[in-house]
Antibody, heavy 121, light 111 residues
Framework: DVQLVQSGAEVKKPGESLKISCKAS????????VGWVRQMPGKGLEWMGI????????RYNPSFQGQVTISADKSINTAYLQWSRLKASDSAIYYC??????????????WGQGALVTVSS | QFVLTQPPSVSAAPGQRVTISCSGS????????VSWYQQFPGTAPKLLIY???KRPSGIPDRFSGSKSGTSATLVITGLQTGDEADYYC????????????FGGGTKLTVL
């Protein structure tokens, strides 16, 4: 079975760095895009970007470009989302998603359980 | 705030049929494929519909999707209390800010 298991909840202070992870299993990690979706408290879904672990090709939502870094380590089937300097407005649940991407077709067929990130002084 | 427009809420009685609309433009729905997601409180969303109308394995045929022009529709028939959740549409937007976009979500209440 396909599974995406994310790292746990984090509580950080503004200005701190953070890297959260998403470990995939049950499929060929190198052959599917993996992405990240943000959900702020009580709000809707926002697509942040995706990475193709096979060659590390990465694409960002312009709204998140420069604010976060998406990476992957195909040797351990794990994708990452990181911040160098967190802000209070980064407080949200972050989902990793296995992504089908081809031409104008994008959908997210498997989701991690979500990681709650709280940034507060 | 959200590129795709969904009604904030819909409601219907058990056994009834409900439709959830998702309105966009030629830069997104008009030229891309739509997917739909179901999210229960406190849990991750789940894929319900992809490629406008296809259902992943395990999704009952009570759920159906369609697209016409720059709008898409999710239809749920034979409503059950267990369908009460938030529903989101999503698609690729090929405008200058090329990215996946979502609707703001629709809260379905089964009366």
């Amino acid at each position: 079975d396909v599974q995406l298991v994310q790292s746990g909840a984090e509580v950080k202070k503004p200005g701190e760095s953070l890297k959260i992870s998403c470990k995939a299993s049950g499929y060929s990690f190198n052959l599917y895009w993996v992405g990240w979706v943000r959900q702020m408290p009580g709000k809707g879904l926002e697509w942040m970007g995706i990475i193709y672990p096979g060659d590390s090709d990465t694409r960002y939502n312009p709204s998140f470009q420069g604010q976060v870094t998406i990476s992957a380590d195909k040797s351990i089937n794990t994708a990452y989302l990181q911040w160098s300097r967190l802000k209070a407005s980064d407080s949200a649940i972050y989902y990793c998603v296995r992504t089908y991407s081809f031409s104008s077709v994008y959908y997210f067929d498997f989701w991690g359980q979500g990681a709650l990130v709280t940034v507060s002084s | 705030q959200f590129v795709l427009t969904q009604p904030p809420s819909v409601s219907a009685a058990p056994g009834q049929r409900v439709t959830i609309s998702c309105s966009g433009s030629s830069s997104n729905i008009g030229n891309s494929y739509v997917s739909w997601y179901q999210q229960f409180p406190g849990t991750a969303p789940k894929l319900l519909i992809y490629d406008n109308h296809k259902r992943p394995s395990g999704i009952p045929d009570r759920f159906s999707g369609s697209k016409s022009g720059t709008s898409a529709t999710l239809v749920i028939t034979g409503l059950q209390t267990g369908d009460e959740a938030d529903y989101y549409c999503g698609t690729w937007d090929g405008s200058l800010s090329a990215s996946v976009v979502f609707g703001g979500g629709t809260k379905l209440t089964v009366l």
